[in-house]
């Protein structure tokens, strides 16, 4: 099986009903992406594929197999940090940052779909992603700033 | 005052000995040490070194590296408090480089490493700003002081006439010499004692390793990986105190690599792979010998069984209960074990290296110095995380397989084999004067702790009791401890004293107040609530609560809504005022204060753990819920700034108004009182 993730391309062999998330940490050393739960109810382990944020604790190896998967590592370019993972740095939202590479990717899944996302929409889009910590004003101040930076990056 | 609560009860060791001078530089290399002394008692308490020894005469000092500056100019300071997300690492080197007049990157802060930094407690109680900030302080001071001296040797000028400017030192006629440069060939010890320091700047510094944090890279334990590990699981008994009775481990043998460990009631399974050991570990069929155990449905009366006898007449009574929460970090107990000739090395988030590494020293019967705990930043603990059972687990199945191992427990694993927040029952009897002033106050609390079971209030007669119970479940420390059930149950109390003598709740409270800093935190939260200005919108209402705990005073004004038809409540509006002293880092301080609210929406409308015969009933995420996103409230909060006082922490404090806020905002909105936590109103359809 071909997995490709961001942008490189990894032969696996194996079970092909192990879980992505799984196999992302253990197996390909890429440990940005979180364990939180195992059932899909924390979003600590969301990675993008084929653009669309999914919980890879809960999708096995083959539904994943020869799409583009986005993992947090994936997603700063030359060193240039994503306005997101920026945002989140400059709105100091997170506490343990546990919950954080899932937020950001989550959050990078909604601004994809909707690049100026009023907070009740974000606040549905995410609502599968858990911060214990509590840093939801924060997470969501953080991607509105986002949202603003790539709009500017955009026009600029 | 000591809590109830046994998991913050540990003490140190009875002496520090003074280690040989130079085995710090062997361990840290050349370059300069501060070693900090620790006479007074409570800074020798804070760092574990207890004040009965030796029969109670004298204290012993502490000795340990506290600082290194090395040759390349690296600078490093050592503390045993860890990092769980409340953070103590910005704080903590945001302190130091004020001292020494140094940019906050080019300090390195090596936290809860039991070989490299002093031995510390642990990292709880709201301690790590008002006592560990101080003493970094103080070595950073004497650092700064000692760098001078060493330039103004150099230079044969007068160390007055230099300064510290930018992490260099700066002289007269414009020279200048880096760190590196005076410390280059020296091996230098300096001791320090406590002494006056500065208070703190109170400025935002973004988090110190928060690019690692958003880029995925920083490492928290379970993202560890040793040459040669292996991997863990660990086979569960059927329910609590269980014991195994017969075991088939024969179907194992079909999952290569795959090993079993067993060491009496101990069994767990090593493999190469993760992913194989679910399925190897449902190969093993074993059986457990159960006893029946009080479940969730009789809890409050298993804890306090007894009825109290009938009050007198004018007596106003009520009868208050409280759940089991988990904390549910979103890191769950994870570890990485080694051993390497016969000296164990350990990586897990702990909230207490020093306590762990006694843990495993016990379990394996070698000496502590045979022990290495290592905490990595962790993925939160909130008081979830005193103890040491996935170190323990980890290196037992490292040990056998002569290879490391890594354990992850799994979210359903955390729920039920960490510990709890203690479950109470509280009984209060007051009475009030026709002046609104309270004459009597009786406050019973069974089995949820002391700590926050005093009244702020002036009262002439009150008789105040803990109560403590045999706990049907594995129970500990919790952010606020019990702070939340008593505020809960007292402040709850309070608006309907209030009531009974038809005064508003807040002229109620600050009749029978005199401490002026609490007066100060409900008159700012009323104020920017609009409290009295208003009146609630049909199916909504206005509560307000207050409380101090831990050197820090909060008020909360809630605001909720009651949907009419499923009877849900959903949480509004929260106005918290907050004051813990001098505030070090003001958005760090609202981000803690925030976090605290938000995690008491959970235990006060939602969060509780059912259980039957031993079992956990809902011990995953969704059987289980926390806050979400949805359930945020808008968010207010107020920081009142006392620069004249000495910092408190602030993690724990502002979590214990939230709950009675709230419920007084349910009565206000439906006219009915909830007096357990959570509070879900009768007949409401989830
Ligand atoms: S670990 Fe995948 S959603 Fe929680
Ligand atoms: S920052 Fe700790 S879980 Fe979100």
């Given at each position: ?156 | ?237 059927s329910a609590f105190d269980a014991k195994l009775t017969s075991i088939d481990a024969t179907g194992v043998a079909k999952f290569p690599g795959v090993q079993v460990v067993r060491d009496g009631n101990f069994v767990g399974i090593v493999g190469p792979e993760a992913h194989t050991l679910p399925r190897a570990l449902a190969a093993i069929h074993a059986e457990w010998k159960t006893e029946p155990q009080p479940g969730s449905k009789d809890l409050f ?67 502590e110095s045979q022990v290495r705990v290592i905490v990595p930043d962790t993925g939160s603990g909130y008081g979830g995380k005193h103890t040491g059972e996935c170190a323990i687990e980890a290196a037992r199945l490292a040990k056998a397989a002569g290879k490391p191992v890594k354990l992850v427990w799994t979210r359903e694993e955390e729920f039920t084999w960490a510990y709890f927040r203690p479950a109470g029952v509280i009984d209060i009897r007051s ?152 505030i070090v880092n003001p958005e760090h301080l609202t981000n803690q204060v925030e976090g605290a609210v938000v995690m008491g929406i959970g235990g006060a409308l939602f969060e509780a753990l059912e259980f039957e015969d031993g079992k956990i009933l809902n011990g995953k995420l969704s059987r289980y819920r926390v806050p979400r996103f949805s359930d945020l409230p808008k968010l207010e909060t107020i920081l009142i700034d006392r620069k004249d006082l ?41």
């Open positions: 099986m071909d997995l490709e993730v961001n942008g490189r391309t990894y032969k696996l062999e194996g079970d092909p009903e192990r879980n992505l998330l799984g196999v992302l940490r253990d197996e390909l050393d890429l440990t940005g992406s979180k364990y939180g739960c195992g059932e899909g109810q924390c979003g600590a382990c969301t990675v993008l594929i084929a653009g669309a944020p999914v919980r890879s604790c809960i999708t096995p190896l083959r539904v994943a197999a020869a799409k583009a998967i986005t993992t947090i590592e994936g997603l700063a370019s030359n060193g240039n940090l994503h306005p997101l993972q920026q945002a989140f740095l400059d709105a100091d939202a997170f506490q343990c940052g546990y919950c954080t590479p899932g937020m950001i990717m989550s959050a990078a899944g909604l601004l994809a779909k909707s690049a100026n996302p009023a907070t009740p929409q974000i606040t549905r889009a995410m609502h599968g992603n858990v911060c214990r910590c509590g840093t939801y004003p924060k997470i969501i101040a953080a991607v509105r700033l986002a949202a603003a930076a790539m709009k500017r990056g955009t026009h600029a | 005052m000591l809590e109830p609560e046994r998991y913050e009860l540990f003490s140190g060791p009875a002496y520090q000995f003074t280690p040989d001078r130079r085995d710090f530089f062997k361990i840290l290399g050349g370059g300069i040490v501060v070693l900090l002394m620790l006479p007074d008692q409570a800074a020798s308490q804070e760092s574990g070194v207890s004040a009965r020894t030796g029969g109670g005469t004298g204290l012993p000092k502490a000795a340990a590296a506290w600082m290194h500056i090395g040759e390349d100019g690296i600078v490093k300071f050592f503390t045993g408090k860890v990092e769980v997300g409340q953070n103590s690492r910005t704080a903590l080197t945001q302190a130091v480089a004020e001292e020494l007049h140094t940019p906050v990157e080019s300090i390195e802060m090596v936290m809860g490493d039991t070989d490299l930094t002093p031995f510390d407690m642990g990292t709880f109680g709201s301690r790590t700003t008002p006592t560990m900030a101080p003493q970094l302080r103080r070595v950073a001071i004497s650092a700064r002081e000692w760098l001078l001296d060493l330039a103004a040797e150099q230079w044969r000028a007068d160390s007055a006439t230099l300064k510290i400017d930018n992490g260099r030192v700066q002289g007269p006629s414009g020279k200048t010499a880096s760190f590196g440069e005076l410390t280059k060939g020296k091996n230098l010890v300096k001791e320090v004692g406590a002494g006056p320091v500065s208070k703190p700047r109170g400025e935002s510094v973004p988090k110190v390793n928060g690019r690692a944090m958003v880029t995925g890279h920083h490492p928290y334990t379970p993202d560890i990986k040793r040459s040669g590990m292996l991997h863990g699981r660990i086979l569960r008994p009366a298993y804890l306090r069984p007894a009825a109290p006898p009938p009050a007198a007449p004018g007596t106003l009574e009520a009868t208050y209960n409280i759940a089991y929460i988990a904390h549910v970090p979103l890191e769950p107990r994870a570890a990485v074990a080694e051993w390497a000739a016969g000296r164990l090395t350990v990586w897990t988030g702990t909230q207490r290296p020093f306590g762990v590494r006694t843990e495993l020293a016990q379990a394996f019967q070698i000496p009475a009030t004067g026709k002046d609104g002033i309270i004459t009597n106050w009786e406050f019973h609390n069974y089995n949820s702790g002391g700590s926050g079971i005093e009244t702020p209030y002036e009262i002439a007669h009150k008789q105040i009791q803990f109560h403590a119970v045999k706990s049907p479940l594995r129970q500990g420390s919790y952010r606020g401890l019990a702070a939340t059930a008593n505020h809960f149950a007292r402040e709850s109390h309070m608006d309907d004293m209030a009531r009974a003598a038809e005064i508003d709740p807040l002229e109620f409270r600050y009749r029978n107040l005199k401490d002026p800093r609490m007066h100060a935190v409900l008159e700012a939260a009323a104020k920017q609530f609009g409290w009295g200005k208003s009146k609630p919108k049909p199916n909504h209402g206005f509560g307000i609560a207050c409380g101090f705990e831990k050197g820090g005073y909060v008020a909360s004004c809630a605001e909720v809504a009651v949907d009419p038809g499923t009877k849900r409540i959903k949480l509004e509006r929260v106005v918290t005022a907050f004051e813990c002293g001098a000495d910092s408190a922490g602030a993690g724990e404090t502002p979590i214990v108004a939230l709950a009675p806020s709230t419920g007084n905002a349910i009565f206000n909105a439906v006219g009915v009182r909830l007096r357990t936590l959570p509070m879900v109103l009768p007949g409401t359809k989830t």
